[in-house]
T-cell receptor, first 111, second 114 residues
Framework: AQSVSQHNHHVILSEAASLELGCNYS??????LFWYVQYPGQHLQLLLK??????LVKGIKGFEAEFIKSKFSFNLRKPSVQWSDTAEYFC?????????FGGGTRLMVKP | EAQVTQNPRYLITVTGKKLTVTCSQN?????MSWYRQDPGLGLRQIYY???????DKGDVPEGYKVSRKEKRNFPLILESPSPNQTSLYFC?????????????FGPGTRLTVL
């Protein structure tokens, strides 16, 4: 079965700091990769997705992620975070008929 | 407006009392799914449905049932709820699974089983 690991459970940053959230998955075949964000009290929304092609994908709100196949990784980055980025972030992997989520990373940005 | 709706949003019940959480989407999506969200565990898939009358187990199906009699509806049924089913539940849908298809999530149902 596929699995997804997010190594950082809690991250605290100051505004304007750079962000990188790790995501690793275990599945040997073709995968589709997603990052979702959940703002406090809200449902999940899609940040960005990778299907094929350029391994560096850009999403909404200045987020980007890089797919490194050899490392089974899909890390999320943002050069300069804002207070409004405070949220929980989930990496997800689709292989076959299942969509598997990581445990989530709770990001707090201090103003 | 394209959306996934869930009802109820909040529910407190007692052990053993059957309940149903409804989920409906108006986007003509084929794929629908239920997840539960627990702290530190992320979202875990309970059941999913590839299309009408086609359902399958996810990672944590024990204690749950689903049905997909119509394309737009995918209710989650707890025949005999137990306290370990206290959780935040999300329904989601997508045009189909795979490829570039994004999942659209409902607002969530917070269930407490006493």
């Amino acid at each position: 079965a596929q699995s997804v690991s997010q190594h950082n459970h809690h991250v605290i940053l100051s505004e304007a700091a750079s962000l990188e959230l790790g995501c690793n998955y275990s599945y040997g075949g073709t995968v589709n990769l997603f990052w979702y964000v959940q703002y406090p009290g809200q449902h999940l929304q899609l940040l960005l997705k990778y299907f094929s092609g350029d391994p560096l994908v850009k999403g909404i709100k200045g987020f980007e992620a890089e797919f490194i196949k050899s490392k089974f990784s899909f890390n999320l980055r943002k050069p300069s975070v804002q207070w409004s980025d405070t949220a929980e972030y989930f990496c997800a992997v689709n292989a076959g008929n299942m969509l598997t989520f990581g445990g989530g990373t709770r990001l707090m940005v201090k103003p | 407006e394209a959306q996934v709706t869930q009802n109820p949003r909040y529910l407190i019940t007692v052990t053993g009392k059957k309940l149903t959480v409804t989920c409906s989407q108006n986007m003509n999506h084929e794929y629908m799914s239920w997840y539960r969200q627990d702290p530190g565990l992320g979202l875990r898939q309970i059941y999913y449905s590839m299309n009408v009358e086609v359902t399958d187990k996810g990672d944590v199906p024990e204690g749950y049932k689903v049905s997909r009699k119509e394309k737009r509806n995918f209710p989650l049924i707890l025949e005999s709820p137990s306290p370990n089913q206290t959780s935040l539940y999300f329904c989601a849908s997508s045009l189909r699974l795979g490829g570039f298809n994004e999942q659209f999530f409902g607002p969530g149902t917070r269930l407490t089983v006493l």
